[in-house]
């Protein structure tokens, strides 16, 4: 296998592109010090970014209405529980694909 000089410039931008907008902003706020209302604000960042995935995961665009997807509504009933009971992240992914994958196939899609 060989590997062309523009494919490999083509790999390092892409990797430079993901690079700069997930360390930059850590090294520039590293030696901020913020105050305890911006941090509890931040704090909030990754709940709503899970809350948004997981809700566009449930519903689904059909014609002009909105409905569930209700393989994924069944699966997020006991992952949430799991969630709550263990909070462990890993065990809640693990049994939220696991539960996922299992419905798939039995519903063949």
């Known amino acids: 296998m060989t590997i062309s000089s523009s494919m490999l410039l083509l790999i390092l931008g892409c990797m430079l592109v993901t690079f700069i907008?997930?360390?930059?902003?850590?090294?520039?706020?590293?030696?901020?010090?913020?105050?305890?209302?911006?941090?509890?604000?931040l704090s909030f960042i990754p709940i709503c970014i899970l809350t948004a995935l997981v809700v566009e995961g449930i519903l689904t665009d059909s014609d002009q209405l909105i409905s569930f997807d209700w393989q994924a509504v069944i699966v997020l009933i006991p992952t949430i529980l799991v969630a709550l009971f263990t909070k462990s992240l890993s065990l809640t992914v693990l049994i939220g694909v696991t539960l996922m994958a299992g419905v798939r196939l039995l519903s063949g899609t």
């Not at 907008?21 to 604000?41: A, C, D, E, N, T």
């Open 21 to 41: 907008p997930r360390v930059l902003p850590f090294i520039f706020v590293r030696k901020i010090q913020m105050s305890s209302i911006v941090l509890k604000w």
